[in-house]
């Protein structure tokens, strides 16, 4: 029985990361995040001084950098570690700075070429729950499970400044909002790989639904289209 690639896309702050690893924890399979990705090669831009306007120098950037996602421990309440070229950055690229850098070095299409290409290669041997906001339309758009999670631009904008708060961010939420619908427009506008609800794709609205009730919700979805796979009923 061949393993899914259940691709979950979404919105920031639509709950996918939550989602992502505790869907991956009740089946079993491997949680990546795609994001997290683009934040490292953001991360080092910003280390580097490279500017945004530098396309050449960027995708030249990103095809030098290594990338290694690795399980999480106990110890650190099962989150995943990043590691850019070698080093664990995994706090590092969850600031601020570093998220607004990644929306803009994500609309780069020679950075997208060379992430997306490791995220097949991650994701090829299917048993992965990957999630960003092109999984489903252009990274994996024959996976066997497709969600688009979304939630109101109120609910998201509070749970990332809430994200702020835990971390000792100096933002308020009225700034978080603003920024989050900033990046709405920008995922959903882009030239390559918009931010769309891909062909398929279930819609899940978390706005009113705690993140347990989303993830075993999922899970549902991909045992059941497990079974559709082997022709057996779920019970």
Do not use: C
Request: glycine share 8%.
């Amino acid at each position: 029985m061949r393993l899914l690639v259940i691709a979950i896309d979404g919105p920031v702050g639509s709950g996918k990361s939550t989602a992502a690893r505790r869907v991956a924890e009740l089946l079993g399979y491997t949680y990546i995040d795609t994001g997290a990705m683009y934040r490292a090669v953001a991360l080092k831009a910003l280390r580097r001084k490279i500017s945004l306007d530098a396309t050449p120098e960027l995708v030249k950037l990103a095809g030098a950098t290594r990338i290694d996602l690795r399980a999480g421990s106990r110890e650190n309440g099962g989150t995943q570690r990043v590691l850019l070229d070698g080093e664990d950055v995994s706090a590092s690229i969850r600031t601020p700075e570093v998220s607004q850098t990644a929306s803009k070095i994500a609309i780069i299409e020679g950075v997208r070429r060379v992430l997306v290409a490791e995220q097949r290669r991650a994701g090829a041997q299917g048993g992965v729950v990957m999630e960003g906001r092109d999984i489903g339309s252009v990274v994996f758009p024959d996976a066997g499970l497709k969600i688009f999670l979304t939630a109101s631009d109120e609910t998201r904008a509070h749970r990332r400044w809430h994200e702020h708060q835990q971390k000792g961010d100096a933002i308020t939420l009225a700034k978080t909002l603003e920024e989050v619908r900033e990046r709405d427009k920008r995922d959903a506008g882009r030239e390559h790989s918009p931010l769309v609800r891909a062909e398929g794709a279930v819609l899940v609205d978390s706005t009113a639904m705690e993140a347990e009730e989303v993830a075993r919700l999922i899970a549902m979805l991909a045992r059941e289209a497990t079974a559709n796979q082997t022709g057996h009923t779920v019970s």
